[in-house]
């Protein structure tokens, strides 16, 4: 069932079933007396492999949570579909492989970490031996083994992100969807909702999260979807998008003499302070010999390196270039 074409013998290799798919998927919202239109997400097409850590990255109000609204079934699309595992996930079957954390998640206040987790853990009808250590266990996993026995509402914002975290991967789920894990925490909090991350993929889960933080999405995803104004505009691994600076390798040497700055300098290349050497972009093709000038000049040569455009770069380039439209 969860691979197409498998009892053929021969021929292609079978391919393999996404574990999410969004066909056409759109959104219209009316809005008002007057139903005024909103159209939050647009004919979305994406496939989420086995596997991947997939980051769905896009400007306030880009229908990201949207989407993943529609992904999860609770609100219905107006155009397309989502499918999970290729079936609907309304088929409680699909529906036990998934785990979701909201955007604006909703907790009784008046439990304890250890009891909110436990409620969810009763909804999933986990037997009471298993669910306990499974509830420790979680309390660890998302660093709040300290406020097992706190009440929600002594939490903060951020230990709040981790049970709604822990929430989602209570029932060990094959795809975990999660809108803005990473919001509302400090720098070492969003490392550590990273490192949750990671450590899901290395036990073979998939991965689909939302975040406008490109930071969060450049050093841990697989491949990112750029959603703006409800549109996919660009999707694909990093490598793929960030071909910006393509061709440019960066060199940064210390110890080069004035002269031989200004020769290489002389030759088209730029140089420029950086720490205690100096930084030169150079052309790909011109590489070698700016590396041997360097090093017959008496220069250490301390760091070689392709230039990537970043994210952030990619990111205000397409949303700037929406808003100009
Ligand atoms: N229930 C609703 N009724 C009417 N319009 C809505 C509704 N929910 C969302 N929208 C509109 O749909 C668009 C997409 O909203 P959505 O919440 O999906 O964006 P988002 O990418 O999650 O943004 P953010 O980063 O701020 O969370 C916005 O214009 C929003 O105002
Ligand atoms: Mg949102």
Request: hydrophobic share 40%; glycine share 12%; charged share 25%.
């Amino acid at each position: 069932m969860s691979e197409a074409g498998s009892e053929a013998g021969s021929g292609p290799a079978p391919r393999k079933v996404p574990v999410l798919a969004f066909e056409k998927l759109s959104k219209e919202f009316k809005l008002g007396l007057r139903l005024r239109r909103v159209q939050a997400v647009r004919d979305v097409d994406l496939e989420v492999q086995q596997g991947e850590i997939f980051g769905y990255l896009g400007p306030n109000g880009a229908g990201k949570t949207t989407s993943m609204k529609m992904a999860m079934g609770l609100i219905r699309p107006t155009g397309g579909r989502a499918l999970i595992f290729g079936e609907s996930v309304e088929r409680p079957a699909v529906r036990r492989r998934v785990g979701y954390l909201p955007e604006h998640p909703y907790f009784y206040d008046y439990l304890t970490g250890f009891e909110i987790l436990d409620f969810y853990g009763q909804l999933y009808e986990m037997p009471k031996k298993k669910r306990h250590a499974r509830v420790d266990e979680l309390l660890t996993i998302v660093g709040l083994d300290h406020a097992r026995d706190r009440t929600l509402r002594r939490f903060s914002k951020g230990m709040l992100q981790r049970i709604g975290i822990a929430q989602a991967i209570l029932n060990d789920p094959d795809l975990v969807v999660l809108d803005e894990p990473m919001s509302g925490l400090d720098p070492m909090g969003r490392k550590e909702v990273r490192d949750i991350i990671l450590a899901l993929k290395e036990q073979g889960k998939t991965v689909f999260f939302s975040s406008h933080i490109l930071h969060d999405i450049e050093t841990i995803c697989d491949r990112v979807a750029i959603i703006i104004n409800g549109r996919v505009e660009r999707m694909g691994s990093l490598g793929e998008l960030l071909t910006g600076n393509a061709g440019l390798v960066e060199v940064v040497a210390t110890g080069a003499s004035p002269e031989l700055l200004a020769r290489l300098e002389g030759d088209g290349f730029t140089a420029a302070v950086a720490g205690h050497g100096h930084r030169l972009v150079v052309e790909e093709g011109g590489l070698d010999p700016v590396l041997r000038a360097l090093l017959d000049g008496g220069a250490t040569i301390t760091h070689v390196e392709p230039m990537r455009e970043s994210l952030e770069e990619l990111f205000v380039r397409e949303a700037g270039a929406h808003h100009a439209e």
